[in-house]
């Protein structure tokens, strides 16, 4: 009995350790000023719409939630959480993926035009909006939330400064 339990002693150990080592989040291998910087040119001119959406189990996608300072937010009661878009210029989305949503909003670069049909409580209607650049406060934003879960840190001074500064 005693024999058997030293032999099982290290296969839990193991077991153990990995599971926390599971458990732990993974850090960015990048300085905090490295991911800074590299998030700011990833997003310098690119276009957002300012949806967060969520993929149905069986397919689709709904509005999760909608950014105030987004082009989507600014168009009063056009997009709330719950709809579910069902279209998007001409593209299908009823049974999209959140991928294929995005990559529907990336074709659209060239104009940033948007049509894009919502069924809400059982009803459909057409919203026109349009993509626009991500704001600095939007982008100042992702940075602070990529800091904080990748680097645990925060950043010394706010990112908005430090680029002003740099620029300089």
Same mark, same amino acid.
């Given at each position: 009995?005693?024999?058997?339990?030293?032999? $099982?002693?290290?296969?839990?150990?193991?077991?153990?350790?990995? &599971?926390?080592?599971?458990?732990?989040?993974?850090?960015?291998?990048?300085?905090?000023?490295?991911?800074?910087?590299? +998030?700011?040119?990833?997003?310098?001119?690119?276009?957002?719409?300012?949806?967060? *959406? *969520?993929?149905?189990?069986?397919?689709? +996608?709904?509005?999760?939630?909608?950014?105030?300072?987004?082009?989507?937010?600014?168009?009063k009661d056009e997009f709330m959480a719950g709809d579910r878009i069902i279209?998007?210029?001409?593209?299908?989305? $009823?049974?999209?993926?959140?991928?294929?949503?995005?990559?529907?909003?990336?074709? &659209?670069?060239?104009?940033?035009?948007?049509?894009?049909? +919502?069924?809400?409580?059982?009803?459909?209607?057409? *919203?026109?909006?349009?993509?626009?650049?991500?704001?600095?406060?939007?982008?100042?934003?992702?940075i602070e939330q990529h800091l904080l879960k990748n680097h645990s840190v925060?950043?010394?001074?706010?990112?908005?400064?430090?680029?002003?500064?740099?620029?300089?």
């Amino acid at each position: 009995m005693i024999s058997r339990i030293v032999r $099982t002693l290290p296969v839990v150990l193991v077991l153990v350790s990995l &599971a926390v080592q599971a458990e732990e989040p993974k850090k960015c291998s990048a300085s905090a000023h490295e991911c800074e910087q590299e +998030i700011r040119r990833m997003l310098a001119g690119r276009r957002y719409l300012g949806l967060q *959406v *969520v993929e149905l189990p069986h397919g689709g +996608i709904i509005v999760k939630s909608v950014n105030d300072d987004g082009p989507a937010g600014r168009i009063k009661d056009e997009f709330m959480a719950g709809d579910r878009i069902i279209g998007v210029n001409g593209r299908d989305m $009823t049974l999209a993926t959140a991928k294929e949503f995005k990559q529907t909003l990336a074709d &659209a670069k060239e104009t940033g035009v948007l049509f894009i049909i +919502i069924q809400r409580r059982g009803a459909y209607r057409k *919203v026109n909006t349009k993509l626009e650049a991500y704001p600095r406060a939007q982008i100042d934003k992702i940075i602070e939330q990529h800091l904080l879960k990748n680097h645990s840190v925060t950043p010394t001074q706010p990112p908005a400064q430090a680029t002003a500064s740099n620029q300089k």
